[in-house]
């Protein structure tokens, strides 16, 4: 067999450093993707600005992000005069991701206003997505504000009232970093994790028509934020109905601070380089958004919109380090081989490849569905099993990947001068915010059973199928079986009340979704090799498989799927 020969191979060193590299450029399915999921005109104007930021992401905002990582922020509670505050100093290196974030790249407002990178409208969430997508495989944590004020902008459009967007909106969608107001998310108390109901913070009507919030909310991320979206109980009754949605100013009119204070911040596993903290509400001053006793429905809107952004984001940290150990594989060399030119370690980087992908995919179609819902063109149904089958699997399979790639390096991958411990650290995170796996598990079975999704899921399933590349003749019996069993058995597991089979179901309606979508995508010039991956989803992740049986001999298609990934 021929070796593999890279576009991309620099000369041979002991330790493969790949700093430096255009991580638009290295991926050899980026381009193609955007060109597929975005109107023609639009792909031709952000190809220049993706591939720009593939150099900054490989080379300027990784060397940042290293630095922020091992420089997190602190708190002063009180200043040198013995005065009451709640600065969070950052690094240096992370205000600079967070100029170019906001600034230069306008992610948090680019789906909201025109003018963005020099576009005349709000762009489409697949052009947010492909951005941050992008982004992140440099930089994680920053990518959780970013998400977060966008959503709390979109959630603000949505159900608050006219002059207060009016007032606030731009200053959530600003490029000007002196006049910007990030966003953040104040929802978990103590006793209220994943159990919104038990919220005690309370809310207290004011004459002028403001509340005044009270109580103490745990988890905090991006604390010193502008702005921040609140739960609390305004209402006398027990459970979710006493909940509503509040916003949240850091800054009162005459520039005063608003009484609440940062207690201090979370020493984490990952995202180090951004601040995560502890509030105290003291009486702080917010406007209510929504109904009354409705909060945690519009709340749920925020999340789901965080919930695919935590998806997108466990899907751009397992694209760096598939890019990082299919570097590794190809420069490092042992018992006289590359490590790329190896069986084993080939079948390895196609395992990653899979997962990776399929989570890029279903990244776009669950963006596609949001688009579609709002404009009226789709159920919200469709949209509503999206977001937690993304954040489910996606962000489970992440920890696997970013922990191979670790291993793909070897003993060098478990320093932390290197890029994979922090991959490692933060893909933990996804699991976690936005509701734990067996959480959003459970509401996929919730979307079926209250919001009557899984036709809307098959449907989709079906036109992607009818309008990709079609399924080897080998194989169709086969697919044709696997999504009507997959379904049946989501249905039977949402009908049954079976919650323990919760987490089976959401894994096969995810993998049916992905295998659709890549063959979708394969109909397309330049993704053409996205009908191998298909294939290897149905028959590694849905189709049974015998323990005892020797595998197949795939050495072929593991060769073919890499040399496009070169």
């Known amino acids: 067999m021929e070796p593999f020969v890279s576009p991309q191979v620099a000369a041979a060193t002991p330790i493969p450093d790949s700093r430096g590299l255009n991580l638009f450029r290295a991926d050899p399915y980026a381009g193609p993707l955007a060109r597929r999921y975005l109107p023609a005109d639009l792909y031709a104007h952000l190809l220049p600005h993706l591939d720009r930021l593939g150099a900054l992401a490989g080379g300027l905002m990784d060397e940042l992000a290293a630095t922020a990582d091992k420089n997190p922020p602190t708190l002063s509670v009180r200043s040198r005069a013995g005065a009451d505050e709640s600065r969070i100093e950052k690094h240096p290196a992370y205000v600079e991701l967070e100029k170019l974030a906001y600034g230069e790249f306008g992610l948090a407002a680019l789906s909201h206003r025109g003018g963005v990178l020099g576009w005349p409208e709000p762009m489409p969430a697949a052009a947010k997505y492909a951005l941050s997508h992008l982004f992140v495989q440099a930089e994680f944590g920053l990518c959780c504000p970013v998400s977060m004020t966008d959503s709390l902008a979109r959630t603000l459009r949505k159900y608050g009232d006219p002059a207060l967007v009016e007032r606030v909106l731009p200053q959530v969608t600003s490029q000007d970093f002196d006049t910007l107001r990030q966003g953040a998310m104040f929802m978990t108390e103590q006793g209220a994790g994943s159990d919104v109901s038990a919220t005690e913070v309370r809310a207290e009507a004011q004459p002028d028509g ?38 949240l100013p850091r800054d009162l009119a005459d520039g005063s601070h608003n009484a609440y204070r940062i207690l201090r911040l979370k020493d984490k596993l990952g995202t180090r380089s951004m601040a995560s903290g502890e509030i105290r509400l003291e009486g702080a001053t917010a406007w209510l958004v929504g109904e009354r006793g409705r909060g945690f429905k519009q709340m749920a809107d925020m999340i789901n919109n965080s919930r695919l952004s935590n998806g997108m984001r466990a899907a751009g940290l397992m694209r760096r380090a598939l890019t990082e150990a299919i570097y590794v594989s190809q420069h490092r060399r042992a018992f006289g081989k590359r490590l790329i030119d190896m069986p084993l370690m080939q079948r390895q980087l196609v395992k990653m490849t899979v997962w990776t992908e399929q989570a890029r995919s279903v990244m776009f179609q669950t963006a596609r569905a949001l688009a579609a819902a ?41 320093i932390e001068e290197w890029t994979e411990p922090r991959l490692v650290r933060d893909a933990h995170l996804g699991s976690i915010w936005e509701g734990t796996s067996n959480i959003v598990a459970l509401d996929v079975l919730r979307a079926i059973n209250r919001e009557n999704s899984l036709p809307a899921l098959r449907g989709l399933v079906d036109t992607l199928l009818a309008e990709g590349a079609p399924c080897p003749p080998g194989l169709a019996a086969a697919q044709a079986q ?57 028959l590694h992740r849905l189709a049974p498989r015998d323990p005892y049986a020797a595998a197949p001999d795939e050495t072929a298609v593991c060769r073919d799927i890499l040399r496009h990934a070169l």
């Open 210 to 247: 403001t509340w005044r919030l009270y109580g103490d909310k745990w988890f905090c991320s991006n604390p010193d934020a502008g702005f921040a979206m609140v739960l609390a109980r305004s209402e006398p009754e027990p459970g979710l109905k006493g909940v509503s949605l509040f916003l």
């Open 374 to 414: 709002e404009q009226g063109e789709a159920p919200p149904s469709l949209a509503r099993i999206l977001t937690p089958l993304i954040k489910f699997r996606a962000c489970r399979d992440a920890r696997k990947v970013t922990g191979d790639a670790m291993e793909v390096r070897g003993g060098c991958g478990y």
């Open 482 to 538: 696997a999504l009507e069993q997959s379904f049946a058995f989501a249905a039977r597991a949402a009908a049954d009340d079976r919650a323990e089979l919760a987490r089976q179901a959401a894994s096969l309606l995810y993998h049916a979704v992905s295998l659709a979508a890549l063959r979708w995508e394969a109909a397309s010039s330049g993704l053409e090799t996205r009908a191998l991956l298909a294939d290897q989803v149905l």
